[in-house]
C-alpha cells in the first residue's frame, strides 16, 4: 500500500511539474503580430517596447501590456453643439484621423488618449468656430481642418501620437436658418435664372437684327449689281443696234418703212384709250410720199406731198398747205 501512495505521489508531482513548465514556455514566449507593438514591465517598472515578431520575457517577472495597434486610426466623434459669432448654434461632426508613434508615451503619459482626443477636438473646435459667422463657418472648413490639425497635433505630440487628419463631416445649422438658407439660395437662382433669359432674349435680338441687317445690305448689293449688269447690258445691246444699223447704212425708206410698223405697236394692249401720233410723223411720211407717191399715182400715198400734212397733183407741185400748229400732230390721210 505505501509503494502505491508513493507513486501516486510521485505521479501527480509530475504532472503539477509538466503543467508548470508549460504554463513557465507560455508565458516566456510571446508573439508580437505585425503593425502591433508591446510594452513591457518588470517588476512594475517600464522595461522595454516590444517590435513584431518572437520575443523571450522572464516568467513571473516580466509583464506584457496589452498591444497597441499602430496603424493610422480613423474615430468618428458625435455631434457637438457649438456657438458661432453671430449667436447661432450649430451641430458639428468630426473625423479624426491619427497614429501612435510612441507606445511608450501612449501608455504612460495619457489614461485613454482616444477620449482625451476627443475631448480636446471638441474643445479646439469650438474656440476656431466661435470667432466665424456661420457663413464664414460653411465655407471654411479647410481653414478650420487646419487649425485642429495644427492644435492637436502640437497637444498630442508628448503623448505619442500623431494627428494626420481633421475632417468636419457635417455642419447642421438650426431648421429656422435652414429655411431661410434654402428660400435665399432659391430666390438667388430665380434671379439668375431672369437675368440668363434677358441676357438670351437681347443676343437674340441683336442677332436677329444683325442677321436682317446683313441681309438687307446684301440684298441691297445685290440688286445695285443687277441693275448695273442691267444696265451694261442694254448699252451694249443699243451700242451693238446703233453699230449694226450704221454699218448696214440704211437708207431714208428703209427707216422710214420701219417707223411706220412700229406705230401699230404704240396702240396694243387693252389698257390703251388714247393714241397720241408722234410729231415726227410727217417726217416719215415725207420719206414715203416722196417714194411711193411720186413713183406711182395709183399708189395709196399717190397724193401726198413731199411736205407731211400736204396734198398735190403732182410729185413735184409746190405744197400750199400751212404749217401744223406747235403741239399738234400733222393729219394723215385716211385716218
Do not use: C
Not at 208 to 223: F, N
Request: aromatic residues 4%.
Amino acid at each position: 500500500m505505501g509503494d502505491n501512495a508513493g507513486a501516486v505521489a510521485l505521479t501527480i508531482v509530475l504532472l503539477v511539474l509538466i503543467i508548470f513548465v508549460v504554463i513557465v514556455l507560455v508565458r516566456s514566449i510571446r508573439i508580437i503580430p505585425q503593425a502591433r507593438a508591446g510594452v513591457v514591465e518588470r517588476l512594475g517598472k517600464y522595461q522595454r517596447t516590444l517590435n513584431p515578431g518572437l520575443t523571450v520575457l522572464i516568467p513571473f517577472v516580466d509583464r506584457l501590456l496589452p498591444l497597441l495597434d499602430l496603424r493610422e486610426q480613423v474615430v468618428s466623434f458625435p455631434p457637438q453643439p457649438v456657438i458661432t459669432e453671430d449667436n447661432l448654434v450649430v451641430s458639428i461632426d468630426t473625423v479624426v484621423y491619427f497614429q501612435v508613434t510612441d507606445p511608450r508615451a501612449a501608455t504612460y503619459e495619457i489614461a485613454n488618449y482616444i477620449q482625451a482626443v476627443e475631448q480636446l477636438t471638441t474643445t479646439t473646435l469650438r474656440n476656431v468656430v466661435g470667432g466665424l459667422n456661420l457663413e464664414e463657418a460653411l465655407t471654411s472648413r479647410d481653414q478650420i481642418n487646419g487649425q485642429l490639425r495644427g492644435v492637436l497635433d502640437e497637444a498630442t505630440g508628448r503623448w505619442g501620437i500623431r494627428v494626420s487628419r481633421v475632417e468636419l463631416k457635417a455642419i447642421d445649422p438650426p431648421l429656422s436658418i435652414q429655411d431661410s438658407m434654402e428660400k435665399q439660395m432659391r430666390a438667388e437662382r430665380d434671379r439668375r435664372a431672369a437675368i440668363l433669359t434677358a441676357e438670351g432674349t437681347k443676343q437674340s435680338a441683336i442677332l436677329t437684327a444683325e442677321g436682317e441687317r446683313q441681309s438687307a445690305i446684301l440684298k441691297a448689293e445685290g440688286d445695285a449689281k443687277a441693275a448695273i449688269l442691267r444696265a451694261d447690258g442694254e448699252s451694249q445691246a443699243i451700242q451693238k443696234v446703233f453699230d449694226a444699223i450704221h454699218k448696214g447704212n440704211p437708207t431714208q425708206k428703209l427707216l422710214a418703212y420701219q417707223y411706220l410698223q412700229t406705230l401699230p405697236k404704240l396702240a396694243n394692249g387693252t389698257a390703251n384709250k388714247l393714241w397720241i401720233i408722234p410729231s415726227e410723223i410727217g417726217e416719215a411720211l415725207k420719206g414715203i410720199g416722196s417714194v411711193l407717191g411720186a413713183a406711182s399715182p395709183d399708189s395709196p400715198f399717190g397724193g401726198l406731198d413731199s411736205d407731211a400734212g400736204t396734198t398735190g397733183t403732182h410729185a413735184g407741185a409746190p405744197a400750199a398747205s400751212a404749217p401744223p400748229a406747235p403741239g399738234v400732230p400733222p393729219a394723215i390721210p385716211g385716218l
